[in-house]
């Protein structure tokens, strides 16, 4: 089968991603109600005991919402690194120690036939991580929840097949909007979150043969819009002398409320 996916939440109203290989198939953070995750988990055929596995990226609510039920109930281990273990500790409550597994930040494992790399991003959170997956010779990257793109970043991502990439917010929708500055200045800064301009300019350096396709994700609810995402990264990608007969990739949707499709990157 090759490796496989589905984003079944992204946004600031909570986060989650299976992914799945031949062997193992695991869950990329819990970001909504154990109940609600096993709703969108069942939307696309995945039972709570088939996984292997849970690893999270950071502490911040719209990634952990759901995982210290979700874990118990179904008995699983969970890794992230001995930082976000502190920092989420409170919200996860007591978990038995052997489901409690720590990967660090910049470091590899493998579970079965599935590869699954971890490594640092720039954002206000206690030690946040992205992930790298690679099974049967494909690469999935998940790049989300970061102020800017650093070139380790950049090195950690060439070279996959699909990416998972934020797209937060259209710059002049943020400035206009109702929040207060504070936050908009944090949305903003280097441990924020990228804008739509920002992932454009990041696809025109990461953009690689073997890239098919990009999903951008954890849009904002209030300062973005899917069509005016895929627009704004289109034409930052074109100005650039990206086109798509030149260079054959799409560009995907996520969904706060409902999964994506499997998406499969076959052996």
């Not at 990634?63 to 992230?80: D, S």
């Not at 978990?95 to 930040?105: A, E, F, I, S, W």
């Not at 206009?176 to 454009?200: C, F, Q, V």
């Amino acid at each position: 089968m090759g490796l496989r996916f589905t984003v079944l939440a992204s946004g600031s109203t909570g986060n989650a991603t299976v992914v799945s290989s031949d062997a193992a198939t695991v869950l990329v953070d819990v970001g909504l109600s154990g109940k609600k995750i096993e709703e969108l988990m069942q939307q696309r055929g995945v039972a709570g005991n088939e996984l292997d596995a849970v690893f999270v990226t950071h502490e911040h609510s719209d990634h952990i919402k759901g995982l210290g039920a979700f874990a118990r109930k179904f008995e699983l281990p969970v890794y992230a690194n001995e930082k976000t273990w502190a920092a989420m500790h409170k919200h996860v409550g007591e978990l038995p120690d052997h489901q409690r597994k720590v990967l660090d930040t910049d470091s590899a494992m493998e579970l079965f036939d599935l590869k699954i790399e971890s490594y640092a991003i720039s954002h206000d959170a206690a030690e946040p991580v992205g992930y790298c997956f690679e099974s049967g010779g494909r690469k999935l990257s998940l790049a989300t929840d970061m102020g800017y793109m650093s070139d380790k970043v950049m090195a950690k991502l060439m070279g996959s097949d699909v990416i998972v990439l934020e797209s937060n917010h259209d710059i002049e929708m943020l400035r206009m909007g109702r929040y207060p500055w504070n936050i908009k200045r944090r949305i903003l800064g280097d441990t924020g979150h990228l804008s739509n301009e920002a992932a454009g300019e990041a696809l025109c350096r990461l953009l690689s043969g073997a890239t098919r396709r990009v999903y951008l994700a954890h849009l904002s609810l209030q300062h973005n819009l899917m069509d005016l995402a895929k627009l704004t990264v289109n034409t930052v990608l074109e100005d650039n002398g990206f086109f798509y007969q030149k260079h054959e990739f799409a560009l995907c949707d996520t969904y706060p409320d409902k999964p994506t499709e499997w998406d499969l990157l076959k052996a």
